[in-house]
Protein backbone atom coordinates (compact mmCIF):
# COMPACT_ATOMS: atom_id res chain seq x y z
CA UNK A 1 0.00 0.00 0.00
CA UNK A 2 1.52 3.57 -0.88
CA UNK A 3 0.92 5.71 2.09
CA UNK A 4 1.20 9.24 2.09
CA UNK A 5 0.96 12.69 4.88
CA UNK A 6 -0.46 15.50 3.70
CA UNK A 7 1.28 18.29 5.68
CA UNK A 8 -0.78 21.17 5.84
CA UNK A 9 0.62 24.88 6.53
CA UNK A 10 0.42 26.95 10.10
CA UNK A 11 -2.66 29.52 9.11
CA UNK A 12 0.49 31.91 10.75
CA UNK A 13 2.31 31.62 7.37
CA UNK A 14 -0.17 32.14 5.55
CA UNK A 15 -1.01 35.85 4.16
CA UNK A 16 -5.01 36.01 5.42
CA UNK A 17 -6.20 36.35 2.22
CA UNK A 18 -4.71 33.15 1.08
CA UNK A 19 -5.25 30.74 4.23
CA UNK A 20 -8.33 29.12 2.37
CA UNK A 21 -6.58 28.88 -1.00
CA UNK A 22 -3.39 27.25 0.84
CA UNK A 23 -5.63 24.49 2.10
CA UNK A 24 -7.29 24.50 -1.28
CA UNK A 25 -4.72 23.69 -3.23
CA UNK A 26 -3.41 20.92 -0.71
CA UNK A 27 -6.70 19.40 -0.36
CA UNK A 28 -7.01 19.13 -4.47
CA UNK A 29 -3.27 17.76 -4.87
CA UNK A 30 -4.15 15.21 -2.39
CA UNK A 31 -7.34 14.35 -4.08
CA UNK A 32 -5.65 13.87 -7.11
CA UNK A 33 -3.23 11.55 -5.41
CA UNK A 34 -5.72 9.65 -3.93
CA UNK A 35 -7.08 9.04 -7.31
CA UNK A 36 -3.97 7.56 -8.35
CA UNK A 37 -3.77 4.82 -5.44
CA UNK A 38 -2.31 6.73 -2.88
CA UNK A 39 -3.98 6.49 1.06
CA UNK A 40 -4.43 9.12 2.37
CA UNK A 41 -3.54 10.73 6.09
CA UNK A 42 -3.26 14.60 6.99
CA UNK A 43 -1.25 16.06 9.40
CA UNK A 44 -0.23 19.94 10.32
CA UNK A 45 2.53 21.74 10.35
CA UNK A 46 2.01 22.13 14.49
CA UNK A 47 2.06 18.21 15.02
CA UNK A 48 5.86 18.20 13.04
CA UNK A 49 7.24 21.26 14.81
CA UNK A 50 6.23 19.34 17.54
CA UNK A 51 8.57 16.21 16.97
CA UNK A 52 5.34 13.78 15.57
CA UNK A 53 5.10 12.88 12.11
CA UNK A 54 3.64 9.58 10.89
CA UNK A 55 5.17 6.96 9.05
CA UNK A 56 4.52 7.44 5.03
CA UNK A 57 6.38 6.25 1.65
CA UNK A 58 5.61 10.43 0.46
CA UNK A 59 4.88 13.54 2.75
CA UNK A 60 3.23 16.20 0.73
CA UNK A 61 4.76 19.24 2.36
CA UNK A 62 3.02 23.04 2.73
CA UNK A 63 5.07 23.21 5.71
CA UNK A 64 7.05 26.44 6.30
CA UNK A 65 8.07 27.90 9.78
CA UNK A 66 11.30 27.07 10.42
CA UNK A 67 10.67 24.94 13.78
CA UNK A 68 8.82 22.46 11.46
CA UNK A 69 11.05 22.30 8.48
CA UNK A 70 14.57 22.02 10.98
CA UNK A 71 12.32 19.21 12.28
CA UNK A 72 11.89 17.78 9.09
CA UNK A 73 15.32 17.46 8.13
CA UNK A 74 16.03 14.21 10.77
CA UNK A 75 11.94 13.23 11.03
CA UNK A 76 11.57 12.04 7.21
CA UNK A 77 12.84 8.56 6.73
CA UNK A 78 15.82 8.64 4.08
CA UNK A 79 14.06 6.33 1.84
CA UNK A 80 11.16 8.76 1.79
CA UNK A 81 10.21 11.29 -0.39
CA UNK A 82 9.23 14.58 0.31
CA UNK A 83 7.96 17.24 -2.16
CA UNK A 84 8.85 20.05 -1.55
CA UNK A 85 11.98 18.82 0.06
CA UNK A 86 12.37 20.73 3.83
CA UNK A 87 15.74 21.90 3.13
CA UNK A 88 14.56 24.09 -0.03
CA UNK A 89 11.83 25.37 2.18
CA UNK A 90 14.38 26.91 4.71
CA UNK A 91 16.67 28.29 1.37
CA UNK A 92 13.67 30.27 0.27
CA UNK A 93 13.99 31.83 3.99
CA UNK A 94 15.01 35.58 2.78
CA UNK A 95 18.27 35.49 4.98
CA UNK A 96 19.08 32.20 2.65
CA UNK A 97 17.60 33.13 -0.54
CA UNK A 98 19.60 36.27 -1.22
CA UNK A 99 22.70 34.30 -0.16
CA UNK A 100 21.51 31.55 -3.41
CA UNK A 101 20.45 33.79 -5.71
CA UNK A 102 24.06 35.31 -5.17
CA UNK A 103 25.57 32.52 -5.62
CA UNK A 104 23.81 30.97 -8.53
CA UNK A 105 24.11 34.29 -10.37
CA UNK A 106 20.73 35.06 -11.24
CA UNK A 107 19.39 38.62 -11.09
CA UNK A 108 18.00 39.90 -8.05
CA UNK A 109 17.31 42.75 -6.69
CA UNK A 110 20.52 44.65 -4.22
CA UNK A 111 19.36 43.75 -0.54
CA UNK A 112 20.65 43.93 2.76
CA UNK A 113 19.99 41.58 5.75
CA UNK A 114 20.43 43.67 9.09
CA UNK A 115 19.42 42.92 12.42
CA UNK A 116 16.54 44.90 14.13
CA UNK A 117 17.69 45.51 17.30
CA UNK A 118 19.82 48.38 16.35
CA UNK A 119 17.67 50.21 13.29
CA UNK A 120 19.86 53.58 13.48
CA UNK A 121 23.36 51.00 12.68
CA UNK A 122 21.61 50.25 9.48
CA UNK A 123 20.92 53.98 8.22
CA UNK A 124 24.30 54.77 6.82
CA UNK A 125 24.01 51.32 4.30
CA UNK A 126 20.82 52.54 3.22
CA UNK A 127 21.76 55.29 0.68
CA UNK A 128 23.35 52.24 -1.21
CA UNK A 129 19.96 50.95 -1.90
CA UNK A 130 18.00 54.16 -3.04
CA UNK A 131 20.52 56.67 -3.86
CA UNK A 132 18.15 57.31 -7.12
CA UNK A 133 16.06 58.54 -4.08
CA UNK A 134 13.22 55.84 -4.78
CA UNK A 135 11.73 54.08 -1.78
CA UNK A 136 13.80 51.27 -0.02
CA UNK A 137 11.58 47.82 0.40
CA UNK A 138 11.44 46.90 4.23
CA UNK A 139 10.82 43.17 4.48
CA UNK A 140 10.82 40.79 7.25
CA UNK A 141 14.20 38.60 7.14
CA UNK A 142 12.97 35.19 7.76
CA UNK A 143 9.68 33.60 6.52
CA UNK A 144 7.44 35.35 3.60
CA UNK A 145 4.73 38.28 4.87
CA UNK A 146 2.84 36.46 7.33
CA UNK A 147 0.64 40.30 7.25
CA UNK A 148 0.55 43.76 5.26
CA UNK A 149 2.54 44.68 7.81
CA UNK A 150 5.73 42.46 6.87
CA UNK A 151 6.27 43.97 3.64
CA UNK A 152 6.76 48.07 3.47
CA UNK A 153 7.69 50.59 1.37
CA UNK A 154 9.35 53.69 3.06
CA UNK A 155 11.94 56.49 1.82
CA UNK A 156 15.37 57.02 3.79
CA UNK A 157 14.30 59.05 6.30
CA UNK A 158 11.54 56.12 7.17
CA UNK A 159 13.33 52.94 6.94
CA UNK A 160 14.92 53.56 10.85
CA UNK A 161 11.50 53.78 12.09
CA UNK A 162 10.44 50.69 10.00
CA UNK A 163 12.77 48.35 10.93
CA UNK A 164 11.83 49.60 14.45
CA UNK A 165 8.09 48.45 13.47
CA UNK A 166 9.84 45.16 13.04
CA UNK A 167 11.57 45.11 16.34
CA UNK A 168 8.46 45.81 18.17
CA UNK A 169 7.22 42.40 16.39
CA UNK A 170 9.84 40.60 17.54
CA UNK A 171 11.43 40.15 14.19
CA UNK A 172 14.72 39.89 14.30
CA UNK A 173 16.12 40.64 11.11
CA UNK A 174 14.91 42.42 8.15
CA UNK A 175 15.59 42.39 4.20
CA UNK A 176 16.04 46.20 3.20
CA UNK A 177 15.77 45.70 -0.59
CA UNK A 178 16.43 48.18 -3.57
CA UNK A 179 13.22 48.54 -5.71
CA UNK A 180 13.31 47.33 -9.18
CA UNK A 181 11.21 49.36 -12.18
CA UNK A 182 9.06 47.99 -14.40
CA UNK A 183 6.04 45.67 -14.51
CA UNK A 184 6.02 42.75 -12.06
CA UNK A 185 4.40 39.15 -12.94
CA UNK A 186 3.26 36.40 -10.93
CA UNK A 187 4.14 32.69 -11.43
CA UNK A 188 3.11 29.69 -10.57
CA UNK A 189 5.33 26.22 -11.82
CA UNK A 190 6.04 22.45 -11.16
CA UNK A 191 9.99 21.71 -11.20
CA UNK A 192 9.95 19.67 -14.84
CA UNK A 193 7.79 22.08 -16.77
CA UNK A 194 4.44 20.69 -17.19
CA UNK A 195 3.34 23.31 -15.33
CA UNK A 196 3.65 26.95 -15.98
CA UNK A 197 2.01 30.15 -15.78
CA UNK A 198 1.97 33.43 -15.30
CA UNK A 199 0.19 37.35 -15.03
CA UNK A 200 0.57 40.72 -14.99
CA UNK A 201 0.35 41.57 -10.69
CA UNK A 202 -1.78 44.62 -10.95
CA UNK A 203 -4.52 42.60 -12.78
CA UNK A 204 -4.77 45.58 -14.68
CA UNK A 205 -7.09 45.16 -17.99
CA UNK A 206 -4.86 46.23 -21.19
CA UNK A 207 -5.40 46.29 -24.63
CA UNK A 208 -2.51 44.10 -25.45
CA UNK A 209 -0.21 41.70 -22.90
CA UNK A 210 2.48 43.32 -21.12
CA UNK A 211 5.49 42.74 -23.18
CA UNK A 212 8.07 40.17 -21.52
CA UNK A 213 10.04 37.52 -22.88
CA UNK A 214 8.54 34.61 -21.46
CA UNK A 215 11.66 32.74 -22.42
CA UNK A 216 13.31 34.47 -20.47
CA UNK A 217 11.06 34.72 -17.34
CA UNK A 218 10.59 30.98 -17.66
CA UNK A 219 14.83 30.70 -17.54
CA UNK A 220 15.29 32.68 -14.99
CA UNK A 221 12.62 31.14 -12.33
CA UNK A 222 12.94 27.51 -13.27
CA UNK A 223 16.98 28.23 -12.79
CA UNK A 224 16.31 29.70 -9.39
CA UNK A 225 13.98 26.90 -8.06
CA UNK A 226 16.72 24.45 -8.90
CA UNK A 227 19.01 26.89 -6.99
CA UNK A 228 17.58 26.46 -3.76
CA UNK A 229 16.08 22.95 -4.63
CA UNK A 230 12.16 23.86 -4.86
CA UNK A 231 9.70 21.39 -7.14
CA UNK A 232 6.10 22.97 -6.55
CA UNK A 233 6.86 27.06 -6.76
CA UNK A 234 6.11 30.03 -7.13
CA UNK A 235 6.96 34.03 -7.24
CA UNK A 236 7.32 37.44 -8.75
CA UNK A 237 9.44 38.80 -10.98
CA UNK A 238 9.91 42.27 -12.65
CA UNK A 239 11.02 43.58 -15.69
CA UNK A 240 12.77 46.67 -15.92
CA UNK A 241 13.68 46.07 -19.90
CA UNK A 242 11.44 43.52 -21.69
CA UNK A 243 14.17 40.89 -22.09
CA UNK A 244 15.54 41.59 -18.31
CA UNK A 245 13.73 39.94 -15.84
CA UNK A 246 15.41 40.27 -12.06
CA UNK A 247 13.45 37.86 -9.46
CA UNK A 248 11.76 39.49 -6.75
CA UNK A 249 10.40 37.07 -4.81
CA UNK A 250 10.77 32.99 -5.08
CA UNK A 251 7.91 30.87 -2.89
CA UNK A 252 7.48 27.74 -1.31
CA UNK A 253 3.96 25.60 -2.36
CA UNK A 254 2.16 28.87 -3.16
CA UNK A 255 -1.44 28.87 -3.82
CA UNK A 256 -2.03 28.69 -7.20
CA UNK A 257 -5.86 30.15 -6.68
CA UNK A 258 -6.18 31.38 -10.45
CA UNK A 259 -5.48 28.15 -11.57
CA UNK A 260 -5.98 25.31 -8.77
CA UNK A 261 -7.79 22.79 -10.79
CA UNK A 262 -5.33 22.75 -13.33
CA UNK A 263 -1.91 23.27 -10.95
CA UNK A 264 -3.29 20.62 -8.54
CA UNK A 265 -3.69 17.77 -11.35
CA UNK A 266 -0.01 18.65 -12.31
CA UNK A 267 1.21 18.37 -9.48
CA UNK A 268 -0.33 15.39 -8.35
CA UNK A 269 1.14 14.05 -11.68
CA UNK A 270 4.59 15.24 -10.71
CA UNK A 271 4.64 13.82 -7.42
CA UNK A 272 3.35 10.32 -8.60
CA UNK A 273 5.63 10.12 -11.11
CA UNK A 274 8.47 10.75 -9.02
CA UNK A 275 7.74 8.65 -6.58
CA UNK A 276 7.09 5.87 -9.61
CA UNK A 277 10.23 6.52 -10.55
CA UNK A 278 12.30 5.66 -7.34
CA UNK A 279 12.56 9.90 -6.56
CA UNK A 280 14.41 10.46 -9.71
CA UNK A 281 13.11 14.02 -10.87
Known amino acids: MKRLVALYRSPTYSPEVHRGNDTAILDATVAGLEGRGWHVSR ?42 PPESVLNCHRHRLVVRMAAAGLPFPRTLIVPTDEPQAAMPLVHQLNGDG ?30 AAFARRGVARVALQAHVGGPIVKFYAVADGRF ?50 V ?27 KASNGHQG
Not at 52 to 79: F, I, K, W
Open 43 to 84: SSEGDVAAGRLPPADLYVNMCQGPAASERLLTLVPREALAVN
Open 134 to 163: RPVWVKRGDVHAETSADVVAAREAGVQDAI
Open 247 to 273: LIDLNDWPSFAPVRVEAAAAIAGYIDD
Open 196 to 245: FFWYAADAIPRPRPIEISEDRLRELVFSAARAVGLEVFGGDVAFPQPDAP
